[in-house]
């Protein structure tokens, strides 16, 4: 088996040629015909990731976010980043990133969080132009029972495991219609009006942006590893059911940048 299958066994459900123009999904080090072993799967690499799959043997780490996004000019250790590909280099470690390319797959990043939350009726919440009925943004379900709004958010905070949640005024009704992206999905924060969600839970929300909806839908910050966390799940299971007798298994190191304060 080599370092090209488990390429292949996860492009199969998100083709590279899914990712945004900015992104940098793929094969970021290593060589994809080398052969490989075991795999660890993690949200973000991090030298300390990289660290766990030498201590655990793996050959190829699979990640959601790449590593490297913009182009690099040397490889010296003055960032995680650089100490991070020299590392893996030096223990013969490939790294793919699974990206934009998992956020726009039906099959992948929203759908995953939509199914948490317990969400019914899924489809696309932008559907792509070329593909629409497998490929684009977000998604948009239906909670089996209508629930207020409080209620809700209590939902999503034990569904994502979050202390705290940021999110506009209350709107005083309740809450069945519920669109989603996982991540920065304040750009389709407009199909989820055009589509009258009652709710539209994503990441990376700015001050202004809750001025937006102006009472027309309850807007929810969940925190990006948050709505994000869960891919790692996804990518282990699309890995083990091509290959189930592959070596695979989710990173123990937790990658969250953010931490919180919750005042009692």
Same mark, same amino acid.
């Given at each position: 088996?080599?370092?090209?299958?488990?390429?292949?066994?996860?492009?199969?459900?998100?083709?590279?040629?899914?990712?945004?123009?900015?992104?940098?999904?793929?094969?970021?080090?290593?060589?994809?015909?080398?052969?490989?072993?075991?795999?660890?799967?993690?949200?973000?690499?991090?030298?300390?990731?990289?660290?766990?799959?030498?201590?655990?043997?793996?050959?190829?780490?699979?990640?959601?976010?790449?590593?490297? =996004?913009?182009?690099?000019?040397?490889?010296?250790?003055?960032?995680?980043?650089?100490?991070?590909?020299?590392?893996?280099?030096?223990?013969?470690?490939?790294?793919?990133?699974?990206?934009?390319?998992?956020?726009?797959?039906? +099959?992948?990043?929203?759908?995953?969080?939509?199914?948490?939350?317990?969400?019914?009726?899924?489809?696309?919440?932008?559907?792509?132009?070329?593909?629409?009925?497998?490929?684009?943004?977000? #998604?948009?379900?239906?909670?089996?029972?209508? #629930?207020?709004?409080?209620?809700?958010?209590?939902?999503?905070? =034990?569904?994502?495991?979050?202390?705290?949640?940021?999110?506009?005024? +209350?709107?005083?009704?309740?809450?069945?219609?519920?669109?989603?992206?996982?991540?920065?999905?304040?750009?389709?924060?407009?199909?989820?009006?055009?589509?009258?969600?009652?709710?539209?839970?994503?990441?990376?929300?700015?001050?202004?942006?809750?001025?937006?909806?102006?009472?027309?839908?309850?807007?929810?910050?969940?925190?990006?590893?948050?709505?994000?966390?869960?891919?790692?799940?996804?990518?282990?299971?699309?890995?083990?059911?091509?290959?189930?007798?592959?070596?695979?298994?989710?990173?123990?190191?937790?990658?969250?940048?953010?931490?919180?304060?919750?005042?009692?």
């Amino acid at each position: 088996m080599t370092v090209k299958d488990i390429l292949n066994c996860i492009t199969e459900v998100a083709p590279l040629q899914w990712q945004e123009s900015y992104d940098n999904a793929g094969l970021q080090v290593g060589d994809l015909n080398a052969e490989a072993h075991k795999a660890l799967i993690c949200l973000d690499i991090t030298e300390e990731i990289v660290d766990e799959a030498i201590a655990k043997k793996c050959d190829v780490i699979v990640s959601h976010h790449p590593l490297i =996004f913009r182009g690099m000019k040397h490889l010296t250790p003055q960032t995680y980043i650089e100490r991070a590909v020299m590392k893996a280099v030096k223990h013969d470690i490939a790294m793919i990133s699974m990206h934009t390319n998992l956020d726009n797959s039906y +099959l992948g990043v929203s759908r995953v969080l939509a199914e948490r939350l317990g969400l019914k009726n899924q489809h696309l919440l932008q559907p792509s132009v070329n593909e629409p009925e497998v490929c684009g943004s977000g #998604m948009v379900g239906e909670l089996e029972m209508p #629930m207020d709004e409080v209620d809700f958010l209590r939902l999503v905070a =034990f569904t994502i495991d979050s202390p705290c949640l940021r999110h506009s005024a +209350l709107t005083g009704r309740k809450i069945c219609k519920v669109a989603l992206c996982g991540g920065s999905g304040v750009p389709f924060m407009a199909d989820a009006l055009r589509k009258q969600a009652d709710a539209y839970l994503t990441a990376d929300i700015k001050y202004h942006d809750f001025f937006v909806p102006e009472g027309r839908l309850l807007l929810v910050d969940g925190g990006h590893f948050e709505t994000e966390q869960f891919t790692k799940e996804l990518i282990y299971g699309l890995i083990r059911k091509k290959f189930p007798n592959f070596a695979a298994e989710i990173a123990e190191t937790r990658t969250n940048a953010v931490c919180y304060f919750v005042r009692n």
